[in-house]
């Protein structure tokens, strides 16, 4: 498992694999969308990159002492995925209330992913009200609330077991699966794709598209006064 994952997506089509599959992401759209949730800032378009080389847990989307910072969206009808990282919150449930807000979805799920961390976390809102969120690494549970889905009932069972090294004795409090696994599966039941291990009918997501956006704090446009005439120069001109 190595897809590095912090996305939050919004969904209001019913068949979202379709959309991803069938549509191209609109450019205009997402920069409006940018441009309603940051309107002090200046919102500059960029290139095309596929859904797996976006984002991150931290680098190139991390805002720098200059105050740019970098976002990836793709905007489709019914579905919208923004990457950042942002939403590489190992408390999803703290997501600021202000993603929740614009655009309003039925459906708002914040799917995170960390190889060099061995952590995982998601959540999902319907109409705006949490309704799960879980985070955790192999050993540790960060948070866990709401009821789980059916889909993860296999996971708490036991079915999926975290492999350990040989003659390493898991720690007692080590939990019955990896979570990374359990985010590629809230992959797959809320989105119809997974990053890793993906099957035959799923849209891959290396053909999946965003659009990249650089936010700034726009340069102050100074405007220098044309020098006034002297009294003298107006006496001459007469």
């Known amino acids: ?32 969308l940018l441009s309603r949730l940051f309107p002090d800032l200046q919102v500059d378009p960029g290139a095309r990159v596929p859904l797996t080389e976006v984002g991150g847990t931290d680098g190139p989307g991390t805002a720098g002492e200059d105050g740019v910072e970098r976002f990836w969206v793709g905007s489709y009808p019914g579905v919208t995925v923004v ?23 039925q459906r708002t799920c914040l799917l995170a992913s960390d190889p060099g961390g061995a952590w995982g976390s998601f959540a999902v809102w319907e109409c705006g009200r949490l309704r799960r969120s879980f985070g955790a690494n192999t050993v540790e549970f960060f948070e866990d609330e709401g009821l789980p889905f059916v889909w993860e009932r296999p996971f708490w069972a036991g079915e999926h077991p975290l492999r350990w090294p040989p003659n390493i004795p898991p720690p007692p409090e080590s939990l019955p699966f990896h979570p990374r696994k359990l985010v590629e599966e809230a992959h797959g039941a809320w989105l119809g794709f997974r990053y890793v291990g993906r099957r035959a009918d799923e849209p891959d997501p290396r053909e999946i598209e965003t659009w990249s956006f650089t936010l700034r704090t726009p340069v102050p446009q100074i405007t220098v006064p044309e020098p006034k005439t002297g009294w003298w120069r107006r006496l001459v001109a007469r």
């Not at 068949?15 to 409006?32: G, H, K, N, S, T």
């Not at 942002?86 to 614009?102: C, G, N, Q, V």
């Open 1 to 32: 498992m190595s897809a590095t994952v912090s996305t939050l997506w919004y969904v209001d089509a019913p068949d979202p694999a379709a959309v991803l599959r069938e549509f191209a992401p609109d450019r205009d759209a997402a920069q409006a």
């Open 83 to 105: 990457s950042s990282h942002r939403f590489a919150l190992r408390h999803p449930s703290e997501l600021p209330a202000m993603w929740l807000r614009t655009p309003a979805a």
